[in-house]
């Protein structure tokens, strides 16, 4: 991930390293200079910060719930540059020497969330960037409490990252039931907006795409562990079933086993697929898409 806006000689990237037990998840900043004369070494960051996971979520007012749709969140009134660092006790005991997973991270102005699991049991922590120094603060304990493994996140705002709502998937568990679900937070507090089925597989990735006549779409990726034809690149819509809010997906592209995607600001979509080879080959891409404003099923091109 990239902090764009530093005071130093170019912008901060922001590494997550998921390590091998709950003790080794980590978060690096490496400052990117303007001239790169060779690659970066990744054992000298600016700062390394250990993720903590034996704190709960401290919840504070200031988010609205109701509001959060999957193709148009509204922005919660919640102020990220005003949270403070939890305060909350601890959650209980942890088995720090399970294995960990760091399954994703996203920017919301100054904020970092990173979407972490382990020991049957999951959480976003937080931290607050300053570009003074470039170092990370940690806020709010659990950004998204009650999911036990968050394998996606994204951030919807329109006022440069001040105030805006947290989507964050779940991927439920490997097999063919489409059990992930989708989750809308505050990002101040960690209140919980909307919880719904997202009718895929395994979800693992989620993106907003650039803003379009104020409004943003919401993508998502199914991995589908199983059964990889059954994978690939969701629209996810917002639709009514009876009186309650759903999800409508629309597969836009079928992928085998796809794993991470980002928009770059023009709306392209670039994506990362692991194929359906055989261990041991090379069937792996990273893909650029483009995607019609008004796409329908198969319509994304390659």
Do not use: C
Not at 30 to 53: A, F, K, V
């Amino acid at each position: 991930m990239l902090f764009k806006k530093t005071v130093r000689e170019g912008p901060a990237l922001v590494v997550g390293d998921a390590g091998r037990t709950l003790r080794d998840l980590r978060v690096r900043v490496y400052t990117i200079p303007n001239s790169q004369t060779g690659p970066l070494s990744s054992d000298q960051p600016r700062g390394e910060y250990t993720i903590s996971r034996d704190e709960s979520a401290a919840e504070k007012p200031g988010d609205k719930p109701g509001d959060a749709k999957p193709s148009d969140a509204k922005p919660s009134d919640a102020k990220l540059s005003d949270a403070k660092p939890s305060d909350a006790k601890s959650g209980g005991a942890v088995d720090a020497a399970a294995p960990s997973y760091l399954h994703g991270m996203v920017i919301g102005g100054t904020t970092l969330f990173v979407a972490v699991h382990g020991a049957g049991e999951g959480a976003v922590p937080s931290f607050d960037f300053n570009p003074k120094d470039e170092t990370l603060t940690p806020l709010v304990r659990d950004a998204a409490p009650g999911l036990n493994s968050p394998t996606a996140l994204a951030f919807d705002s329109r006022d440069g990252g001040k105030t805006g709502t947290l989507a964050v998937g779940q991927m439920g568990q490997t097999g063919d039931k489409p059990d992930s679900i989708l989750a809308f937070y505050g990002p101040r507090s960690g209140k919980p907006l909307l919880h719904l089925p997202a009718g895929l597989r395994d979800l693992v990735a989620l993106a907003y795409s650039p803003s379009l006549n104020n409004s943003r779409q919401l993508y998502a990726l199914d991995f589908a562990w199983t059964d990889a034809a059954a994978g690939g690149l969701f629209r996810l819509d917002s639709t009514v079933d009876g009186l309650k809010p759903a999800i409508s997906p629309t597969r836009i592209l079928p992928l085998a086993h796809p794993a991470a995607m980002a928009f770059a600001a023009d709306g392209t979509l670039y994506l990362v697929e692991f194929g359906a080879g055989k261990p041991g080959t090379a069937s792996g891409r990273l893909l650029r898409v483009q995607i019609p404003s008004n796409s329908a099923a198969g319509t994304g091109s390659k």
